[in-house]
């Protein structure tokens, strides 16, 4: 089993910064792919940004340019780097793995831009 906890999530204004971190338990986290996901209210959960465990990273359109996701294996930490933040960034955000076709959800983490 494979614990995944997220922080970083806050109130930040339109145009400002967040990083946020998930740590993960268990002892291949290097060969994890980790991604972030997000959840709007009345929104279906999207796939924001995949890391590979080779490194390999894909985001999806809406966050291009802005956000960063990066991993560190000797700390079992995930990050998403979220700059330029805009009202329609508002959402939970949530951490996730996947290794050897299973995979782990995190608690998830508000992130909230005022319009």
């Known amino acids: 089993q494979v614990q995944l906890v997220e922080s970083g999530g806050g109130l930040v204004q339109a145009g400002g910064s967040l990083r946020l971190s998930c740590v993960a338990s268990?002892?291949?986290?290097?060969?994890?792919?980790m991604s972030w996901y997000r959840q709007a209210p009345g929104n279906e959960r999207e796939l924001v940004a995949t890391?590979?465990?080779?490194?390999?990273?894909n985001y999806a359109d809406s966050v291009k340019g802005r956000f960063t996701i990066s991993r560190v294996n000797v700390a079992k930490t995930v990050y998403l780097q979220m700059n330029n933040l805009k009202p329609e960034d508002t959402a939970v955000y949530y951490c996730?793995?996947?290794?050897?076709?299973?995979?782990?959800w995190g608690q998830g983490t508000q992130v909230t831009v005022p319009s």
């Open positions: 890391i590979t465990s080779g490194g390999v990273t």
């Open positions: 268990g002892n291949i986290f290097s060969m994890y792919t």
């Open positions: 996730y793995a996947r290794v050897v076709g299973t995979y782990y």
